[in-house]
């Protein structure tokens, strides 16, 4: 910024009523702007002022004001007022709009705020046609911070930081935002004006007013680049600024109107006002309609204590069988949870989870030493044998646990799993055969909690058909085994 | 009322709801993702915004945008994408702009991995943005938790016009477990300071310039009177068994659940061991830890990152009692079996009859 003017400035002689008439923001000099003799801001200010006057919007206006010299605008305008961050103006404004329909958004913005730490904001704004005003003021430096070099700086213009004149080699050609954004299609307006003299100066007047009007009427994302003079860090007068805008500047920013579609542009759909507050639980899917939250008295819950770890490969149905146990549980009363394996092993293709049931509450989700494990694969298999609990079981899918799997003091239950569910109609169902023969060893769960789980997981009825089926058929299998076992026993 | 399985990520956005959240602007990245995604299909039911921006930048300023005109508004992310929220969290804390942040954390540093980790503790509890100011933080250790501390969360950004994180380990958002909601909504309600476009709100300013070196400093002096109270009001933690505990074991997020089944273990086979569960990170619990001193001999801090928690631990004990630290990172969790042979080993070292006054503080 600018060191404070000596001669202070007035930008107009009568004053918008959008303005405030003292500016009691402002620390010092409360009846003038900051900005310096024949700053472009000050103009641009008045004529803002002036279309949100004749447009009646006062009351509904924010001013999203950026970083850059315009930060104080809200020392200025009597309207609803948000400071933003350097660039991020037009994603302050999205929200603000969004959130607040029926106010009409500006997000007034410099090159350097726009153009450079701001263009994917601004980009992403304009390119979802956010119904807002964006006044994108260029004067082709950083002139806040004292004059270094900003996107719009021209071919060969010298800056603090281009010292040897900007080159298209080392620093790239001069940015043309509003071309770029006129690609786009959701904008409906974008012009570039110029203050080179005072029938640009008209113009400049008429486009805000235009971006303006555009909002009021619902249209969508209008914005009006305006070429700026900035006296101070061009080291020029006034009357030579404005000269160069209109003489040089305009040479690579050409005015004119890049994109109008506000003839065939439709008004805004009026939002749907909000549903009643009474009927936000049941969309949301947490109304009084679930699992009781107390059973009738602690006998009913199943005396259950039960650690699984559930292993296989990514599309076998690890989660899906682990998920039905546990809301199977939740259903009957008890503690339980569910934690699955996320992250790279899920990239790898292998996939598991761990899923508790109990009458106490849980402690730990992370299933160390299970009481069951589920290995539906040789790897899972494995990986997990030797932490099963002492006097456990392992559901194996495969003819036999391979001999040098250490499955030493615990109970094996290997079976093709895959075969026998692909002979009940799909083999994408043997983790329901395999949870069928878990429930078998989980023998205190209730079947029928086990129904109104499946039913509540699984919603189409020919795969509910055959996962009942699988489940009957997992449990005969655990039985014949253990009738085996007692048999040989 | 009744109890659903969900996992934490989901909880948190159907109590969000519940308590009156209309805004939700957020980026997808593991394991946070399915937050934006339950909030993408509930908030335009409810008559909320949801909102994919082009990135955790803009995401934060939408917050801000959002919080600006009064509506109460959260986003949801995770370790690179909190990294670059950083900006507008100390934006919105200047502005005393309330929001609610989930950061559902994974492994670091760099892309790291997607696995879960707590090393955001540093980055978040300690700030991460510039100037000076302070986040809430609140750390849950159950999907209860998600859902509960998420009505909280609300509740002390609007008191105290303040940012507050949810901070969550990927183990948390990511496993099930049964919730109860509350069963009345809250109604949203416009504070009177925002920015909404009308008549009455005109008048309003958001701004976190203050120009003045001595309006800078009294803005940064009220908000550190702010932090103060809430360090007086808000401090939450859990005390579990430590009425007798002569070890403390000291953990947030999965770990306190983890050593929950620890503490177990060991006081079965006859050690007093309790755990100390901070709930709230900022403002650090540091009264519950003081009080333990009478009969604790010694903590054990275990977390999933490199020695963030142990540090506010430390502080709070200011040498009172030795402090050791044990920890997991990558995405692995701590065993409870790796843990307890900590404890064992503490326990040889700490309880065998010396006294306490002549113990030094011991940096593992
Ligand atoms: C993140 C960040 N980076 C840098 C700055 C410093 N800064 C303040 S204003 C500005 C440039 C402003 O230039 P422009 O947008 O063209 O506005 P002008 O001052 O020319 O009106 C910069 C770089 C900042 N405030 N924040
Ligand atoms: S843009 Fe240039 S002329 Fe305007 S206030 Fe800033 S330094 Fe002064």
Redesign the pocket.
């Known amino acids: 910024?600018?060191s404070e003017p000596e001669v202070t400035w007035e930008i107009a002689s009568s004053k918008p009523a959008s303005f405030y008439s003292t500016y009691e923001r402002k620390d010092e000099l409360q009846h003038a702007t900051?900005?310096?003799p024949?700053?472009?801001?000050?103009i641009i200010h008045k004529m803002l002022a002036q279309a949100i006057d004749e447009l009646s919007i006062q009351d509904r206006t924010v001013l999203i004001s950026p970083v850059g010299?315009s930060v104080f605008a809200y020392y200025y305008f009597d309207v609803g007022n948000v400071q933003a961050a350097h660039g991020r103006a037009p994603a302050v404004a999205t929200a603000v709009k969004r959130s607040r329909p029926g106010s009409i958004v500006i997000s007034y913005q410099g090159d350097g705020d726009l153009s450079a730490i701001g263009s994917a904001e601004i980009l992403h704004a304009a390119n979802r046609g956010e119904p807002i005003t964006v006044i994108f003021v260029n004067?082709a430096i950083y002139?806040?911070t004292g004059g270094q070099m900003a996107p719009t700086t021209l071919l060969g213009q010298t800056s603090t930081t281009s010292p040897r004149g900007r080159s298209a080699a080392h620093e790239g050609y001069p940015l043309h935002v509003s071309e770029l954004l006129a690609t786009l299609e959701a904008p409906v307006y974008i012009e570039r004006v110029g203050l080179g003299d005072n029938k640009q100066v008209a113009q400049a007047a008429r486009a805000v007013r235009r971006a303006l009007e555009n909002q009021v009427r619902g249209l969508g994302f209008s914005l009006v680049e305006i070429l700026?003079?900035?006296?101070?860090?061009w080291k020029m007068s006034p009357v030579e600024s404005q000269r160069w805008v209109r003489d040089v500047m305009e040479k690579t920013f050409p005015l004119g109107v890049l994109r109008d579609h506000t003839q065939a542009a439709q008004s805004e759909a009026v939002p749907i006002p909000p549903p009643p507050l009474s009927m936000i639980p049941g969309i949301v899917g947490v109304a009084d309609a679930g699992l009781p939250a107390e059973m009738t008295g602690d006998a009913d819950v199943p005396a259950l204590d039960l650690q699984v770890r559930v292993a296989g490969f990514g599309g076998q149905g690890v989660l899906l069988l682990g998920e039905v146990l546990a809301e199977a549980g939740l259903d009957a009363g008890l503690e339980v949870s569910w934690l699955p394996s996320y992250g790279p092993e899920m990239r790898s293709g292998t996939s598991n989870c761990h899923v508790r049931l109990s009458r106490e509450p849980i402690d730990s989700p992370l299933v160390t030493h299970p009481d069951v494990l589920v290995a539906m694969n040789e790897p899972s298999l494995r990986k997990f044998c030797s932490t099963v609990h002492p006097g456990g079981w392992i559901l194996y899918n495969g003819e036999a646990s391979p001999e040098d799997c250490d499955c030493r003091g615990v109970h094996v239950l290997a079976r093709p799993f895959t075969q026998i569910a692909n002979n009940l109609g799909d083999a994408r169902a043997a983790n329901m055969v395999m949870l069928g023969a878990l429930l078998e060893i989980a023998g205190n769960l209730p079947q029928s909690s086990v129904d109104s789980a499946l039913g509540r997981l699984v919603r189409n009825p020919k795969w509910l058909a055959l996962d009942e089926t699988a489940l009957v058929c997992g449990r005969r299998l655990m039985r014949e085994a253990r009738a085996e076992v007692s048999h040989a026993g | 009322m009744s109890r659903h399985l969900m996992k934490g990520n989901e909880a948190i956005v159907k109590s969000a709801i519940l308590a009156g959240c209309r805004g939700f602007y957020g980026y997808p990245i593991t394991p946070a993702s399915e937050i934006t995604e339950a909030a993408a299909a509930l908030m335009p039911q409810v008559g909320g915004v949801f909102l994919q921006a082009e990135s955790e930048v803009a995401a934060i300023n939408m917050l801000y945008g959002a919080a600006s005109a009064g509506v109460r508004a959260m986003t949801a992310s995770s370790g690179p994408g909190i990294s670059l929220m950083q900006e507008g969290i100390s934006y919105m804390a200047g502005a005393e702009l309330p929001c609610v942040i989930a950061d559902i954390t994974r492994g670091g540093p760099g892309l790291g991995n997607i696995a879960s980790e707590q090393s955001d503790y540093h980055q978040v509890v300690k700030g991460g943005g510039h100037g000076n100011y302070r986040t809430l933080v609140l750390a849950p250790h159950s999907v209860q938790e998600m859902a509960d501390l998420t009505v909280l969360a609300f509740e002390l950004a609007d008191r105290y016009r303040n940012p507050v994180v949810l901070l969550a380990d990927g183990f948390m958002g990511q496993m099930m477990e049964p919730v109860e909601f509350p069963e009345v909504a809250t109604e949203p309600r416009l504070p009177r300071w925002a920015v909404a476009g009308t008549d009455a709100s005109r008048g309003n300013v958001i701004t976190s310039m203050h120009l003045d070196t001595d309006k800078l400093e009294a803005h940064v002096r009220q908000l550190e009177a702010k932090y103060f109270i809430t360090e007086q009001r808000e401090a939450r933690a859990e005390d579990w068994r430590t009425e007798d505990a002569e070890i403390v074991l000291v953990g947030y997020g999965i770990v306190a659940r983890i050593l929950k089944a620890v503490a177990a273990e060991a006081r079965a086979a006859g050690l007093p061991v309790g755990v100390l569960r901070p709930i709230t990170l900022y403002p650090f619990p540091t009264l519950h830890f003081q009080r333990l001193t009478a009969r604790a001999r010694a903590f054990l801090v275990v977390e999933m990152s490199n020695g963030q928690l142990v540090g506010d631990v430390r502080l709070a004990l200011n040498g009172a009692r030795p402090v050791e630290f044990f920890s997991r990172v990558g995405g692995n969790a701590p065993t409870h079996l790796e843990v307890l042979a900590e404890v064992q080993d503490l326990a040889r070292r700490h309880l065998a009859g010396a006294p306490a006054e002549e113990e030094l503080i011991v940096h593992v």
């Open positions: 910024m600018s900051h900005y310096c024949g700053c472009g801001h000050g010299c004067n002139s806040m700026s003079p900035c006296p101070t860090i």
